[in-house]
Protein backbone atom coordinates (compact mmCIF):
# COMPACT_ATOMS: atom_id res chain seq x y z
CA UNK A 1 0.00 0.00 0.00
CA UNK A 2 1.24 3.53 -0.83
CA UNK A 3 0.58 6.67 1.50
CA UNK A 4 0.45 9.94 0.55
CA UNK A 5 -0.29 13.11 2.04
CA UNK A 6 -1.74 16.04 -0.04
CA UNK A 7 -1.72 19.39 1.55
CA UNK A 8 -5.10 21.21 0.47
CA UNK A 9 -6.21 24.88 0.06
CA UNK A 10 -8.14 26.95 1.46
CA UNK A 11 -6.59 26.29 4.84
CA UNK A 12 -3.85 23.60 4.35
CA UNK A 13 -5.91 20.80 5.46
CA UNK A 14 -3.95 17.59 5.23
CA UNK A 15 -5.83 14.77 2.97
CA UNK A 16 -4.22 11.30 3.19
CA UNK A 17 -4.86 9.18 -0.10
CA UNK A 18 -4.29 5.56 0.28
CA UNK A 19 -3.75 3.42 -2.45
CA UNK A 20 -3.79 -0.33 -1.89
CA UNK A 21 -6.67 -2.74 -3.04
CA UNK A 22 -9.17 -0.52 -2.67
CA UNK A 23 -8.46 2.91 -3.02
CA UNK A 24 -9.80 5.81 -0.22
CA UNK A 25 -8.90 9.23 0.99
CA UNK A 26 -9.46 10.71 4.03
CA UNK A 27 -10.79 14.24 3.38
CA UNK A 28 -10.64 16.77 0.53
CA UNK A 29 -9.85 20.16 1.29
CA UNK A 30 -12.27 22.75 -0.50
CA UNK A 31 -10.94 22.78 -3.76
CA UNK A 32 -12.27 20.22 -6.16
CA UNK A 33 -10.03 21.02 -8.48
CA UNK A 34 -6.67 21.06 -6.76
CA UNK A 35 -7.93 17.90 -5.17
CA UNK A 36 -8.64 16.00 -8.31
CA UNK A 37 -5.42 17.25 -9.92
CA UNK A 38 -3.34 15.83 -6.72
CA UNK A 39 -5.30 12.74 -7.15
CA UNK A 40 -4.14 12.09 -10.85
CA UNK A 41 -0.47 12.52 -10.27
CA UNK A 42 -0.84 9.04 -8.64
CA UNK A 43 -4.47 7.26 -9.94
CA UNK A 44 -7.15 7.70 -11.46
CA UNK A 45 -9.37 9.85 -9.20
CA UNK A 46 -12.49 7.45 -10.38
CA UNK A 47 -11.02 4.57 -9.02
CA UNK A 48 -11.41 5.97 -5.70
CA UNK A 49 -13.77 3.55 -3.60
CA UNK A 50 -14.24 5.61 -0.31
CA UNK A 51 -14.03 9.24 0.41
CA UNK A 52 -13.71 9.43 4.30
CA UNK A 53 -14.79 12.79 6.15
CA UNK A 54 -12.56 13.27 9.89
CA UNK A 55 -15.17 16.24 10.14
CA UNK A 56 -17.58 18.84 7.87
CA UNK A 57 -15.71 21.87 8.20
CA UNK A 58 -15.50 23.54 4.88
CA UNK A 59 -11.57 23.32 4.74
CA UNK A 60 -11.68 19.57 4.76
CA UNK A 61 -14.77 18.57 3.23
CA UNK A 62 -16.60 21.06 1.16
CA UNK A 63 -14.69 20.01 -2.27
CA UNK A 64 -16.26 16.01 -1.37
CA UNK A 65 -19.53 16.81 -3.20
CA UNK A 66 -18.26 16.88 -6.13
CA UNK A 67 -17.02 13.16 -5.69
CA UNK A 68 -20.25 12.15 -5.32
CA UNK A 69 -21.27 8.98 -7.67
CA UNK A 70 -17.74 8.51 -7.98
CA UNK A 71 -16.59 7.39 -4.48
CA UNK A 72 -19.04 6.24 -1.62
CA UNK A 73 -18.67 9.72 0.68
CA UNK A 74 -18.56 8.31 4.59
CA UNK A 75 -19.78 10.90 7.04
CA UNK A 76 -20.51 10.58 11.22
CA UNK A 77 -24.39 10.80 11.79
CA UNK A 78 -23.87 13.93 14.24
CA UNK A 79 -22.00 15.91 11.76
CA UNK A 80 -25.06 16.04 9.04
CA UNK A 81 -26.66 19.16 10.93
CA UNK A 82 -23.29 21.09 11.09
CA UNK A 83 -22.99 19.96 7.19
CA UNK A 84 -26.16 21.57 5.97
CA UNK A 85 -25.66 24.96 8.24
CA UNK A 86 -22.10 25.28 6.22
CA UNK A 87 -23.47 24.31 2.47
CA UNK A 88 -25.34 27.46 2.82
CA UNK A 89 -22.14 29.58 3.92
CA UNK A 90 -19.65 30.58 0.91
CA UNK A 91 -15.98 31.17 2.46
CA UNK A 92 -13.24 32.30 0.34
CA UNK A 93 -15.51 32.49 -2.79
CA UNK A 94 -15.20 28.55 -2.24
CA UNK A 95 -18.59 26.89 -2.69
CA UNK A 96 -19.64 23.89 0.25
CA UNK A 97 -21.43 21.84 -2.43
CA UNK A 98 -24.13 20.05 -0.58
CA UNK A 99 -24.44 16.22 -1.07
CA UNK A 100 -26.28 13.10 0.81
CA UNK A 101 -23.11 10.96 2.07
CA UNK A 102 -23.62 7.59 1.15
CA UNK A 103 -22.28 5.73 4.63
CA UNK A 104 -23.58 7.66 7.74
CA UNK A 105 -21.03 6.27 10.26
CA UNK A 106 -21.82 5.55 14.03
CA UNK A 107 -18.23 4.68 15.23
CA UNK A 108 -17.39 1.33 15.95
CA UNK A 109 -17.17 0.56 11.51
CA UNK A 110 -14.07 -1.21 10.27
CA UNK A 111 -13.14 -0.77 6.40
CA UNK A 112 -10.71 -3.50 4.48
CA UNK A 113 -9.08 -1.62 2.18
CA UNK A 114 -6.25 -4.12 1.39
CA UNK A 115 -3.92 -4.40 4.23
CA UNK A 116 -5.04 -1.76 4.83
CA UNK A 117 -7.92 -1.65 7.92
CA UNK A 118 -9.53 1.49 9.29
CA UNK A 119 -11.49 1.55 12.23
CA UNK A 120 -13.96 4.57 12.85
CA UNK A 121 -13.49 5.93 16.41
CA UNK A 122 -16.06 8.86 17.37
CA UNK A 123 -13.77 11.78 18.82
CA UNK A 124 -16.58 14.88 19.11
CA UNK A 125 -15.35 17.88 20.60
CA UNK A 126 -13.98 20.06 17.90
CA UNK A 127 -17.21 19.19 15.94
CA UNK A 128 -20.11 16.79 16.94
CA UNK A 129 -19.56 14.57 14.85
CA UNK A 130 -15.79 14.29 14.39
CA UNK A 131 -14.15 10.93 13.29
CA UNK A 132 -10.86 9.52 14.01
CA UNK A 133 -9.70 6.22 11.51
CA UNK A 134 -7.51 3.97 13.30
CA UNK A 135 -5.02 1.35 11.26
CA UNK A 136 -4.30 -1.35 14.32
CA UNK A 137 -2.16 -3.14 12.53
CA UNK A 138 0.40 -0.06 11.87
CA UNK A 139 -1.15 1.62 14.75
CA UNK A 140 -1.55 4.94 12.24
CA UNK A 141 -4.04 7.40 13.66
CA UNK A 142 -5.28 9.45 11.65
CA UNK A 143 -6.83 12.32 13.84
CA UNK A 144 -8.71 15.15 11.65
CA UNK A 145 -8.75 18.04 13.53
CA UNK A 146 -8.56 16.35 17.00
CA UNK A 147 -5.62 15.92 17.84
CA UNK A 148 -2.14 17.29 16.81
CA UNK A 149 1.40 17.20 17.01
CA UNK A 150 3.02 19.09 19.50
CA UNK A 151 1.04 18.72 22.21
CA UNK A 152 -1.42 20.83 20.44
CA UNK A 153 -5.58 19.70 20.28
CA UNK A 154 -8.27 20.77 18.22
CA UNK A 155 -10.61 24.08 18.85
CA UNK A 156 -13.90 23.82 20.64
CA UNK A 157 -14.92 27.05 20.58
CA UNK A 158 -16.53 26.98 16.86
CA UNK A 159 -20.42 25.88 16.41
CA UNK A 160 -21.23 22.79 17.59
CA UNK A 161 -17.74 22.15 19.45
CA UNK A 162 -17.83 21.30 23.47
CA UNK A 163 -14.57 21.43 25.25
CA UNK A 164 -15.67 18.25 27.73
CA UNK A 165 -16.50 16.70 25.00
CA UNK A 166 -12.46 17.37 23.15
CA UNK A 167 -11.09 15.81 26.68
CA UNK A 168 -12.88 13.05 27.01
CA UNK A 169 -12.14 12.36 23.21
CA UNK A 170 -8.21 13.12 24.09
CA UNK A 171 -8.74 10.83 27.09
CA UNK A 172 -9.74 8.00 25.16
CA UNK A 173 -7.39 8.59 22.26
CA UNK A 174 -4.18 8.42 24.89
CA UNK A 175 -5.34 4.94 25.64
CA UNK A 176 -4.90 4.23 22.20
CA UNK A 177 -1.24 2.47 20.83
CA UNK A 178 -0.63 5.11 18.23
CA UNK A 179 3.10 4.82 16.30
CA UNK A 180 1.92 7.78 13.83
CA UNK A 181 -0.46 10.33 13.75
CA UNK A 182 -1.83 11.92 10.43
CA UNK A 183 -3.68 14.83 12.30
CA UNK A 184 -5.35 16.86 9.66
CA UNK A 185 -3.06 20.42 9.83
CA UNK A 186 0.44 20.25 9.86
CA UNK A 187 2.93 18.21 10.83
CA UNK A 188 2.69 13.97 10.90
CA UNK A 189 4.23 12.42 14.19
CA UNK A 190 5.86 9.21 12.82
CA UNK A 191 7.76 7.10 15.51
CA UNK A 192 5.96 7.18 19.31
CA UNK A 193 2.91 9.22 18.52
CA UNK A 194 1.37 8.05 21.79
CA UNK A 195 3.76 10.18 23.53
CA UNK A 196 2.91 12.92 21.35
CA UNK A 197 -1.23 12.80 22.10
CA UNK A 198 -0.38 12.36 26.08
CA UNK A 199 1.32 15.76 25.73
CA UNK A 200 -1.48 16.67 24.00
CA UNK A 201 -4.31 15.60 27.13
CA UNK A 202 -1.78 16.88 29.38
CA UNK A 203 -1.91 20.52 28.39
CA UNK A 204 -5.68 20.06 27.04
CA UNK A 205 -6.65 19.77 30.77
CA UNK A 206 -4.38 22.81 31.74
CA UNK A 207 -7.04 25.22 29.55
CA UNK A 208 -10.57 22.90 30.03
ZN1 LIG B 1 -12.12 21.62 11.76
Redesign the pocket.
Known sequence: MKLIRIVAPPLAANCYLIIDEKRAIIDVGGDPEFIIRAIRKYMDPKELEYVFLT?S?Y??ASAAGFFKGIAKIAIHEDELNLMKMQSFASVFGLRFKPFDPDIVLKGGEKFELGETVLEVIHTPG??PGSVCFYEPNKKWLFSG?TVFAYGSF?RYDLPGGNALELLKSLEMLSKLDVENLYP?HEDVVEGNARESILESLRIAKMFI
Open positions: HHDHHSDGG
